[in-house]
């Protein structure tokens, strides 16, 4: 049985729209009839059993415009029988999170777990920076919002969960990568961090400074935390462009530069990277400059957008400005922008770069359950102390780096969720240039991989090893713990592959017999490549289960592995074997070489 919702209405239609005359509903209660009963009296049948459910509107307030009305939310949980309602007064009772925050169209992070624009940095709201937070006491908070988080049992105990953040240390095989902000720029290593691009006389500053969220001792340590496995690393710089009728401000310009050296900065938690040039220059300058030619026309070239109201002075503006494309022509694009300070200044406190999660753990996903306590609430019954009972949830894994063992996040994500992609480890630049005319400037542009991404798995984080003890680990009666292993996405990651752009792949077509008069002849080249995304479905398949004794950690008193069929299971990346023995239908003979998947 249900009744109407308050302020809550249907759509009106699959355009979208209010019908205000249709409530949602909600369900009130479930019955439960012997079948003879409803057969023989109908409607006057009286239930078995009955299921009551009280609500009221307590979370997430201000959702349908009311700031007094949330969504609707499940309170208590009782049962009748036969229309006795004594059930009534001992209900299964339900409370929330304390972090309730109210109804907010733009307060979510990348990953859809509430988050306040006030944690980013440089004052950005969620749109220019949506990536999760990294401090696990606010992340553990944010994640929590409005989840269950205790329940009152009919017989007075008490069940109580608790929540903390998901993280990962992998995005499928590559380590996780988040953004980091810049410290600023210098012309050396030992310079102080400034925010500029290049100084006023045209020298580029080639370094880039790094503030660390964990302590780097040496150089070493620069590119275990943060470098590893990286040629290239991202930047997403907040540039100062020309100011123009149309407005004024900074935007935010995609970098990649390949890495040519990187130090630390003595008695600091700071690094810096030095990035190969790109046709003589930093990439950062580089990559500015083919911004404001390519994507802001009105400023690149002052006078070519002039509106519909064009005026006498209007006119002498477009005469100027073709003397500046001569200018530009003699001494390129980027020089004379530069002679005129064009993209020099940079807002460092909006401005990061995507490197390594430094700790191997990296907040986002989700939530998970950390702990889940029960109380007999004994103490309220007899006045004698009560007990506690419960398992609590360990996701994390260890690895060897530099030959010492590390305590990292279990967590591997199958990919990230593609707002705020920038901090994903796949995208990665495959650079190339561009010239459309004889006298037009060059492009150095640069295309992303993965290809195919849309055929990636989408964004979720599952663990590779899980372990549940009690939370009375410390009691004489404390009996070990249960440890179960699961297949991730690191174990078998997406495959990508593509043919080469070679000789093979080329076609050229060319009449064999020409036109006696050469009147109209066509000679054509044709280039052909093929790429493949393969997916698999090992993700959260289980891997092993071991029961461990509470005084030794290394030997499982009982465990139980299982082997899936793989080519090779020693292999960097090991792929299923879809190879089957099936029964040939026309002959009823036996092949061993049948493909299933």
Not at 122 to 149: I, K, R
Not at 268 to 284: A, C, D, I, Y
Not at 288 to 311: C, Q, T
Request: glycine share 8%; with cysteine.
């Amino acid at each position: 049985l249900n009744t109407d919702r308050t302020v809550v209405y249907a759509a009106a239609g699959e355009n979208g729209g209010v019908n205000t005359y249709k409530k949602l509903r909600k369900l009130d209660k479930i019955e439960l009839y012997a079948k003879a009963d409803l057969v023989k009296n109908g409607n006057n049948a009286r239930p078995v059993k009955t299921v009551h459910f009280e609500y009221n509107y307590e979370l997430c307030k201000g959702y349908n415009g009311d700031p007094n009305q949330g969504k609707l939310t499940l309170k208590k949980i009782w049962f009748s029988y036969n229309g006795n309602m004594k059930g009534k007064q001992n209900p299964y009772t339900f409370n929330y999170n304390t972090s309730n925050p109210a109804y907010h169209p733009k307060k979510y992070d990348r990953w859809g777990n509430f988050k306040e624009a006030n944690l980013n940095p440089g004052s950005l709201n969620n749109a220019d920076f949506p990536y999760a937070v990294q401090d696990s006491v606010t992340a553990a908070q944010n994640a929590g919002a409005w989840h269950l988080s205790d329940i009152k049992l009919p017989s007075g105990g008490r069940m109580k969960i608790t929540y903390e953040a998901d993280d990962y240390a992998y995005v499928q095989d590559k380590r996780a990568m988040q953004m980091i902000s810049l410290a600023g720029f210098g012309a050396t290593a030992t310079s102080t961090p400034v925010n500029n691009l290049y100084t006023a006389a045209g020298a580029g500053y080639e370094y880039v400074f790094v503030n660390t969220p964990a302590s780097v001792t040496n150089t070493e340590t620069v590119f275990q935390k943060y470098l590893e496995g990286n040629e290239w690393l991202y930047l997403k710089v907040a540039v100062i462009m020309p100011t123009n009728r149309w407005g004024s401000g900074y935007e935010f310009v995609p970098v990649y530069g390949k890495v040519a050296e990187y130090g630390k900065v003595p008695g600091q938690n700071r690094f810096w990277v030095r990035f190969e040039r790109v046709k003589g220059r930093s990439p950062m300058i580089r990559a500015a400059m083919e911004f404001l030619r390519n994507n802001l026309p009105s400023k690149a070239y002052p006078a070519s957008e002039l509106g519909d109201n064009i005026n006498l002075g209007d006119a002498v503006k477009m005469l100027a400005s073709s003397f500046t494309e001569v200018k530009n022509a003699v001494e390129g694009f980027v020089d004379a922008s530069m002679s005129k300070r064009w993209c020099k200044d940079v807002d460092v406190s909006k401005s990061f770069i995507r490197l390594n999660a430094p700790e191997y753990i990296k907040h986002g996903g989700g939530h998970r359950v950390k702990k889940v306590e029960i109380s007999d609430n004994w103490n309220s019954m007899t006045g004698q102390r009560e007990s506690y009972y419960g398992q609590e949830y360990s996701y994390r894994t260890s690895i060897k780096v530099n030959g010492i063992d590390k305590i990292i996040s279990s967590g591997v994500a199958t990919y990230e969720p593609m707002i705020g992609n920038e901090e994903n480890p796949f995208r990665q630049p495959v650079p190339y240039t561009e010239k459309i005319a004889p006298l037009a400037p060059v492009s150095y542009l640069y295309s992303e991989m993965p290809m195919g991404e849309s055929y990636f798995p989408g964004a979720s984080v599952g663990y590779s090893k899980v372990r549940i003890r009690t939370i009375n680990k410390k009691a004489k009666s404390a009996n070990g713990w249960e440890e179960t292993e699961f297949y991730t996405s690191k174990d078998f990651p997406t495959i990508v592959e593509h043919t080469l752009l070679d000789q093979d792949a080329k076609a050229k077509y060319k009449p064999a017999i020409l036109n006696f008069f050469k009147v109209y002849t066509v000679e054509r080249t044709t280039v052909s490549q093929g790429f493949k995304v393969e997916l698999n479905d090992m993700n959260g398949k289980v891997k092993k289960t071991a029961s461990y004794a509470e005084n030794d950690s290394l030997n499982p008193i009982a465990y139980s592995l299982n082997f899936y069929k793989v080519d090779n299971y020693n292999a960097a990346k090991p792929k299923l074997n879809n190879t089957v023995w099936v029964v040939d239908s026309a002959n009823g003979k036996i092949r061993k070489d049948g493909i299933i998947g």
